[in-house]
């Protein structure tokens, strides 16, 4: 099973600022990798598949990048709206596994 | 518009069954890797149980095999987890969603259907 590590598990910040979110897995899994955003009583939203395109509909501010095993979400100007748990998720093999997640909170 | 939405959660003892069900609307789920997902209270997201557009292949995390069973019923467009042997520990949100993209990616979900298991 491949494990996925996300950092850190709290991050505090203001609007406007920028947001860097890490996932490390424990095995190459090239490209294969897609974060989703969770808000309270929500179910989760794709953003990023691929490592690197964002979904559609998704706000260019959101970007992906990485491969093999290290991986980073980026959201350039925090909206109020971003403010949310973000997840990592592999698809190279089965079982299909996602990241502990990582809470982006207000400052 | 593409929408999924879950039913068929509540409270059931230790030991018990429950099936969920998800209704599609706005494709086909046929057409589609379709998939479940849970999220304990509190807690991360999960992946429960996964079937192929063709349903020759079903996928299950280690801890459901054995208990659960994902299906699907293309005439009424819907997907299935028949949860049987209950445990506290299934206790979770659980969500449909349908691939994106071709690939085992998922958007969009429904709003989540919650069992609790507890006698």
């Known amino acids: 099973e491949i494990v996925l590590t996300q950092s850190p598990v709290t991050l505090s910040l203001s609007p406007g600022e920028r947001a860097t979110l890490s996932c490390r897995a424990s095995?190459?899994?090239?490209?294969?990798l897609a974060w989703y955003q969770q808000k309270p009583g929500q179910a989760p939203r794709l953003l990023i598949y691929g490592a690197s395109n964002r979904a559609t509909g998704i706000p260019a501010r959101f970007s992906g990048s990485g491969s093999g095993t290290d991986f980073t979400l980026t959201i350039s100007n925090l909206e109020p709206e971003d403010f949310a748990v973000y997840y990592c998720?592999?698809?190279?093999?089965?079982?299909?596994?996602f990241g502990g997640g990582t809470e982006v909170e207000i400052k | 518009e593409v929408q999924l939405m879950e039913s068929g959660g509540g409270l059931v003892q230790p030991g018990g069954s429950l099936r969920l069900s998800c209704a599609a609307a706005g494709f086909t789920v046929s057409s589609y890797w379709m998939t479940w997902v849970r999220q304990s209270p509190g807690k991360g997201l999960e992946w429960v149980a996964s079937i192929k557009q063709d349903g020759s292949a079903k996928y299950y995390v280690d801890s459901v095999k054995g208990r659960f069973t994902i299906s699907r019923d293309d005439a009424k467009n819907s997907l299935y987890l028949q949860m049987n042997s209950l445990r506290a520990e299934d206790t979770a949100v659980y969500y449909c969603a349908r691939e994106y993209s071709n690939a085992n990616w998922y958007d969009p979900w429904g709003q989540g259907t919650l069992v609790t298991v507890s006698s």
């Open positions: 998720q592999q698809r190279v093999n089965w079982p299909l596994t």
């Open positions: 095995q190459n899994i090239a490209s294969y």
